[in-house]
């Protein structure tokens, strides 16, 4: 069985510019910034390490635990030393593996080629050291590896995740073009909202944004929600260990909060998406979730807060034209109703957002998907 407590480089990625928020997150939890690249960050730490970072990350996609790093040129000496590693120590000979990669280099031209021969290494030495050769194929719900394998240089990683981590659980229903949970927990943490404030969330989509500030407000770890990760599959794995972990982070968790979450939007189908999405976090009864135009949304005037909005960009939905108004009617709301409060609006349209007629006080980058985007920041006298 694998040692848990054996420290080693832990890889952890997340989408591009969306590292500095994931290192906070590291050094709140008091984990050593090794390394920090355009899309992940290197630390270090133990198999039960990656428990933690799995459960409390919430800016991360996956976290990867590194067995060998070596200097293979072609596939045969990828093979060579991928059967020196152990496998049967971490996989179940009557298991299932998956494995994925990041391959280049200049022998390699066929990119499931290489995976075969990774799968073929591990199954080998499995069979070898015990007889039975555990199953293999796509699905990431059990054992995966991941290869890094960059000109000749090749990194084999244990994925302790296996899906992704942004997929918490709680998006059962989507609206159209939903965000992804990392990127919503991302401009939370970019904003100058602090819990205890209101959180304003007009054109709420699907909810996430709304569901992220939530979980953030309550403390609440996002990986609770979910109940499979790769990590759980590797030979050695302590379930008493993760059960007492998980009550743990429970504790943590706050009961209620100061301020007030509301979210809203014009759309049936995305505040009904919204609410069941709520629901199946465990959050509905936090969050004021309504149907209304973006402008009609209450803002409390009692404390001050965060307005945050994700409008369409005329990319993947709405008219640009049309949206023109849209983005002047936010510009009006901000300056009508808003006074007091710190206004953002996320878009990958920067000539929309002209629109909005208001000085910036920062313009944060970041991607959606691979839209080059913008959090415009309003500091509303």
């Known amino acids: 069985m ?35 690249r355009h899309a992940g960050i290197e630390t270090e ?59 280049k280099n200049k022998t390699v031209t066929n990119t499931q080629f290489a995976n075969l021969k990774v799968k073929d290494a591990i199954v080998d030495r499995i069979r070898k050291k015990t007889g039975i050769r555990p199953d293999s194929g796509s699905n990431l719900n059990k054992t995966v590896v991941f290869v890094f394998w960059k000109n000749d240089r090749a990194q084999i990683y244990l994925d302790t995740s296996g899906e992704s981590i942004s997929r918490r659980g709680y998006r ?28 304003i969330n007009p054109m709420c989509g699907s909810g996430t944004i ?17 109940p499979n990760y790769g990590i759980k599959h590797i030979l050695g794995f302590d379930e008493d260990r993760w059960n007492d972990l998980r009550s743990d982070l429970n504790n943590k968790t706050l009961k209620s909060f100061d301020g007030r979450i509301i979210a809203t939007d014009h759309d049936v189908r995305a505040v009904n998406a919204t609410r069941k999405n709520a629901r199946t976090a465990g959050l509905d009864h936090h969050i004021e979730i309504s149907k209304c135009e973006f402008s009609e949304t209450e803002i409390p005037s009692d404390k001050t807060g965060v307005i945050m909005l994700n409008p369409p960009y005329g990319d993947r939905i709405g008219n640009v034209k049309e949206l023109e108004s849209t983005y002047e009617g936010i510009g009006d709301y901000f300056k009508q ?10 878009t990958g349209n920067f000539d929309l957002a002209k629109k909005i007629g208001l000085r910036t006080n920062q313009r944060i980058e970041f991607y959606n998907s691979t839209i080059d985007a913008r959090l415009l920041e309003y500091e509303l006298y």
Not at 57 to 74: E, F, I, M, S
Not at 214 to 221: H, I, P
Not at 337 to 346: K, P, Q, R, S
């Open 172 to 199: 059962t229903q989507t609206s159209v073009a939903p965000m992804q949970e990392t990127l919503a927990a991302a401009l939370i943490m970019a904003s100058k909202w602090e819990p205890g404030q209101h959180f």
């Open 337 to 346: 109703e808003a006074t007091g409060y710190w206004g953002y609006v996320f």
């Open 2 to 36: 694998a040692n848990f407590d054996t420290k080693s480089t832990i890889s952890i990625t997340c989408p591009k510019r969306i590292t500095p928020y994931l290192k906070q997150e590291l050094q709140d939890l008091g984990f050593p910034i090794n390394k920090v």
């Open 210 to 226: 709304a569901i992220e500030a939530t979980l953030q407000a309550l403390n609440k770890a996002p990986g609770l929600l979910r």
């Open 45 to 103: 730490g133990t198999l039960n390490d990656c428990m933690l970072l799995n459960l409390s990350l919430r800016t991360a996609h996956r976290v990867h635990y590194r067995l060998k790093d070596c200097r293979p040129k072609n596939a045969e000496e990828l093979y060579s030393e991928l059967v020196k590693i152990p496998w049967e120590e971490y996989i179940d000979k009557h298991g299932y593996v998956s494995v994925t990669s990041f391959i």
